[in-house]
């Protein structure tokens, strides 16, 4: 991938931006001009300070310190208000960046197959939408009006340096120099990719960490330990090497850029004893009260061009993992739609495989289903089984070979049609932070609340509405109020009732129901199923020994297909995994198998 430069960050900002980049100038423009009026203060009270040593012990003749004093405070207040409406307008324009990104993100992700999201992961993909364009809010809100105050600042406070005594000036500015050289040792390419692995770890234990949390439950039942969590434990281990390894690189540049940015007060020390000579002038002894009151300013100043230089390269990492995202290509609409005859489903010598994978995920599947015909995929982890589904649906396209419903190939039906006549019901549910009765009502927009109510009694689930005092108006997700693995399966087929398509596909739909909730899971199935071209894909073999057909898959390949009976009698994989099947579910504490 193509990495951000400084210029580049700008450039692809002021492309969200769109109008609003004149307020990020505007921004720029206006910090400039608060750092150059900060500076004015510390002048007006140098100035004070020498009166009041000009005409010592005759104090009254010092009559320009309340002048003076105003104008510092006058100066100081107009430097404080140029610089708020420098964030205000940083600030707008910043938001609406940042409303920009997410819609521009959420436009294309809501394009992008479905096998994308779910090989990549939601969670994945939640953090770079939200953390990653959070990252250039704060870039743009607060790092480019404080980088505009830290290019400003050293020009005028160089001016200022030289102007009263050159040679003090310059003995100043060489900590400061020595200083932005060490910083340099902590910059460039190498930080970049430094920056680019930081993110990767700290994403990587995040997402582990909230699998770690989903197990506590096994941790704690069985007694073990973070170490049972063999990735999480690696994550931990990565991020630690990462962070040490990156700690004890920095460290001598680190610590050579605080103390020379600090060493300032050191130089003028020197100069007191290298320019003053044997004997002190009032003018010199002026000079470097000025020098010992406006230099803090320049440690001040190199801190911030650190800290800005750090935030460009998060918002480069930003840019670039945003970048990942939308360079990924959506599936292509044909320009021609054709419409599905009926719900019959052709596979033609189908061949798929993962981009990051060597060989086949499904290799060379033909297979044919009737309209109202079900099909069940059963066969060993990693035989192609809900690969083989999601091609169907279209979460991918195949790599040759072609499937077609209805005598129309999925690729020359649009995906709004093809979504009306596919139903597909997940082996892990999602039920969004909404009502149960707009949970449901995503099955189908413009239901009434009546239909709803059908398709929940329709998918067994009355019992779970019953229990909430609020019904089908209680919320899912907030206040402690969730339902079980079984329970949301339930509501999910309630969807699929609602929704009604002539095809339905239905992915390990009761790997998470108990057994009072599979029971009911069972009997929504039955009652969905009616009249619809259904494929089943199933570990738990007891659910369908009814199918019409079952095509048993292994490394990509239908190795068997038939009726149970038939394939009971064939004596091959499926009659082995019947056997076990039932040995499993047999199987008595205190007896073996």
């Known amino acids: 991938m193509k990495q951000q430069d400084s210029k580049g960050v700008i450039k692809q900002l002021f492309v969200y931006a769109k109008n609003h980049k004149y307020l990020t100038i505007a921004s720029w423009i206006l910090a400039a001009i608060s750092a150059l009026l900060a500076l004015a203060p510390f002048y007006y009270i140098w100035a004070i300070i020498r009166e009041v040593i000009e005409v010592r012990p005759d104090f009254s003749q010092a009559v320009h310190i309340k002048a003076y004093g105003w104008t510092a405070v006058g100066m100081s207040l107009l430097s404080m208000l140029v610089y708020i409406a420098a964030l205000m307008c940083s600030h707008i324009a910043a938001f609406r960046v940042q409303v920009n990104m997410r819609v521009a993100m959420m436009e294309h992700i809501m394009k992008l197959p479905m096998g994308y999201i779910e090989s990549e992961g939601s969670g994945k993909i939640r953090k770079i939408v939200a953390d990653s364009s959070a990252a250039t809010e704060t870039f743009l809100a607060h790092s480019l009006p404080d980088k505009a105050v830290s290019y400003v600042t050293p020009v005028g406070l160089i001016f200022m340096l030289v102007y009263f005594d050159w040679r003090i000036g310059l003995v100043c500015l060489i900590p400061a120099l020595l200083a932005f050289l060490s910083m340099g040792f902590m910059m460039g390419d190498k930080m970049k990719k430094a920056m680019a692995e930081y993110q990767d770890a700290l994403g990587d234990m995040t997402s582990e960490a909230v699998e770690y949390v989903r197990g506590i439950p096994v941790v704690k039942t069985f007694g073990q330990t973070v170490f049972s969590f063999k990735r999480f434990k690696e994550a931990i281990d990565k991020y630690e090497a990462w962070t040490v390894g990156y700690t004890t690189a920095v460290r001598i540049p680190m610590t050579a850029f605080v103390t020379l940015a600090n060493a300032v007060f050191a130089a003028l020390v020197a100069c007191a004893f290298i320019f003053g000579g044997d004997g002190i002038a009032n003018t010199f002894i002026f000079n470097i009260l000025f020098y010992i009151i406006i230099t803090p300013i320049l440690t001040v100043t190199l801190m911030k061009v650190a800290y800005s230089g750090e935030s460009e390269m998060i918002v480069m990492d930003a840019l670039n993992r945003m970048d990942s995202i939308l360079n990924v290509e959506p599936l292509p609409e044909t320009s021609t739609p054709k419409t599905p005859k009926d719900a019959g489903i052709v596979l033609d010598n189908v061949n798929f495989s993962y981009d990051d994978k060597k060989g086949n995920a499904i290799d060379g599947i033909s297979l044919s289903i009737n309209p109202g015909e079900h099909i069940a995929f059963v066969g060993p982890s990693g035989g192609g089984k809900t690969t083989l589904a999601s091609l169907i649906a279209r979460f991918w396209d195949v790599k040759s070979g072609s499937i077609k419903i209805g005598g129309v190939d999925v ?58 005092p609020e019904g089908v108006n209680t919320m899912i997700g907030t206040e402690g109020v969730y339902v079980s693995g079984g329970e949301a399966q339930r509501l999910s087929i309630a969807r699929a009732f609602l929704k009604n398509s002539p095809i339905l596909i239905l992915d390990e739909a009761t790997a998470f129901a108990d057994p009072d909730n599979e029971a009911k899971v069972q009997q929504a199935f039955a009652n969905l199923s009616k009249d619809k071209t259904v494929i089943m894909i199933a570990h738990r073999l007891s659910t369908v020994v009814d199918a019409d057909k079952i095509c048993v898959l292994s490394g990509g390949k239908i190795v068997e297909s038939g009726t149970h009976d038939s394939l009971i009698k064939e004596a091959g994989i499926y009659n082995h995994m019947w056997s076990e099947y039932n040995k499993s579910i047999n199987w008595k504490v205190g007896k073996g198998a």
């Open 411 to 468: 690729k020359d039906i649009a995906t709004p049609e093809l979504m009306q006549n596919v139903s597909y019901v997940f082996q892990d549910s999602k039920l969004l932070k909404m009502s149960i009765l707009e949970n449901v009502r995503m099955g189908n927009p413009n239901a009434t609340d009546e239909q709803v109510v059908q398709a929940l009694k329709d998918a067994q689930c009355m019992d779970i509405i019953e229990k909430f």
